[in-house]
């Protein structure tokens, strides 16, 4: 069959090509028929064939021509295809005997497999849940740690600064004499600056044996600064922080007392001591009770620490 089209594709491009002129047809360069080839390449595209015929001698209307011949006969040979095995497209569904075995084992592997997926999830939640419920422990021990680390830092805090008040433990003048804003060994360095040093008899710089240290007593309201801020960290209603409520009031009416004490000496030396006069106010400012300030100034006697 494909020598047939091919001759009757010679026979018509001799008679399109056919010249009745007195030049000669047989010297005319008559184009060959476009083989089938060049249209069953994997990267065939119709701009890109058409460029490779620039060298074609041929017009543009004998080109139309070729190729819907081409395509006349590519559908005529395609009905005869059809035509010819029509019978088999047919029975092709009959033909096919056996199978349901192996549909059936694909089935049979595929809900197998499905069941393995559905178990591997199942252990992979599993496992999941447990791992947040770990990560969820391991979060709360962390909490409790911080909670406890805070706890026993407030109350180290606290009982330092209740040694260094003595609070609990003044029941005479003489205790109070005592008293770790006096002079005393534990902070000789703090004395041997006169700038913070007044005495009580003497004024700045005096000779008296009872000294007040303002240096130290910002220490001590620093202290007393630092157990604030760790307990404003603190549930209100945690049962610790509640317990340690009145001994916090305790410290700060001790802090009190002992600033009174200071600001009423340095009251009596006013001329000479103003520095530390300022100072001492500032520390009432720090303790929120300015107003205690105030009243010592004023020289009212009756005090506001309950």
Not at 123 to 152: A, C, P, S, Y
Not at 197 to 212: D, F, H, P, R, W
Not at 245 to 274: C, F, P, W, Y
Request: net charge negative; aromatic share 4%; proline share 2%.
């Amino acid at each position: 069959m494909d020598s047939d089209n091919q001759l009757s594709e010679q026979l018509i491009f001799r008679e399109l090509y056919d010249d009745d002129s007195d030049l000669g047809d047989d010297n005319l360069p008559y184009p060959t028929p476009l083989p089938r080839s060049d249209f069953l390449t994997s990267d065939f595209t119709p701009v890109g064939y058409l460029s490779t015929l620039h060298n074609r001698h041929q017009t543009l209307e004998d080109l139309r021509t070729e190729l819907r011949t081409r395509s006349q006969d590519l559908s005529k040979e395609l009905l005869d295809l059809v035509n010819s095995n029509y019978q088999g497209f047919l029975s092709l569904g009959s033909s096919l005997h056996g199978g349901e075995e192996k549909v059936e084992e694909l089935k049979v592997g595929l809900l197998r497999f499905k069941k393995g997926l559905e178990g591997v999830r199942g252990v992979v939640d599993t496992r999941e849940n447990e791992f947040r419920q770990l990560m969820d422990e391991r979060r709360t021990v962390r909490k409790q740690i911080r909670l406890g680390k805070t706890l026993l830092e407030l109350d180290g805090l606290m009982e330092d600064l209740e040694v260094r008040l003595m609070v609990g433990s003044r029941g005479t003048q003489a205790d109070e004499q005592q008293h770790d804003w006096e002079s005393s060994d534990e902070d000789e360095d703090d004395t041997e600056d006169d700038e913070d040093v007044i005495s009580e008899e003497g004024g700045l710089n005096g000779s008296s044996s009872t000294l007040i240290n303002t240096r130290r007593l910002g220490k001590r309201v620093q202290e007393y600064l630092c157990i604030k801020h760790l307990q404003s960290q603190l549930d209100p209603k945690h049962p610790f922080a509640a317990k340690q409520e009145h001994r916090i009031m305790q410290i700060k009416k001790t802090l009190l007392l002992d600033l009174g004490t200071a600001l009423q000496q340095v009251k009596n030396h006013r001329q000479t001591a103003s520095d530390q006069m300022l100072k001492i106010i500032g520390l009432y400012r720090d303790l929120d009770a300015s107003h205690e300030a105030v009243r010592i100034l004023k020289g009212n006697t009756t005090s506001s620490i309950r």
